[in-house]
């Protein structure tokens, strides 16, 4: 089992900046990456970014390529996603997951189907 906690959601003005913090415990030794999606009212979870415990390569959905950066801290199990140029499109609730199966292809981690621990989410709203 693996269990992530999610912080660092609030209330910022478009163009701003919040960083997101994600904290992995239990059997992390288990996990190969670890990702962040989000879901905003009446909408479907969509992927956000990813990225690998080993390597560190990172995947950024492309409405957030340029914007955000998803970095971790293996010393800590932790990641973080830093959003910088915050949009009103971007007030979800983001939700960290740990992936407990291994996939090679780039990208593969941006499927939901990859994920086996999910945190309950932190709510970021972005005001126009």
């Known amino acids: 089992q693996v269990q992530v906690v999610e912080s660092g959601g609030g209330l910022v003005q478009a163009g701003g900046s919040l960083r997101l913090s994600c904290a992995a415990s239990?059997?992390?030794?288990?996990?190969?990456?670890m990702g962040w999606f989000r879901q905003a009212p009446g909408k479907e979870r969509e992927f956000v970014a990813t990225i690998r415990w080993s390597g560190g390569n990172t995947y950024y959905a492309d409405s957030v390529k340029g914007r955000f950066t998803i970095s971790r801290d293996n010393a800590k199990n932790t990641i973080y996603l830093q959003m910088n140029s915050l949009k009103s499109e971007d007030t979800a609730v983001y939700y960290c997951a740990a992936s407990s199966g291994y996939c090679s292809g780039y990208g593969c981690y941006a499927r939901q189907q990859m994920y086996t621990y999910w945190g309950q989410g932190t709510q970021v709203t972005v005001s126009s």
């Open positions: 239990g059997r992390t030794f288990s996990s190969y990456a």
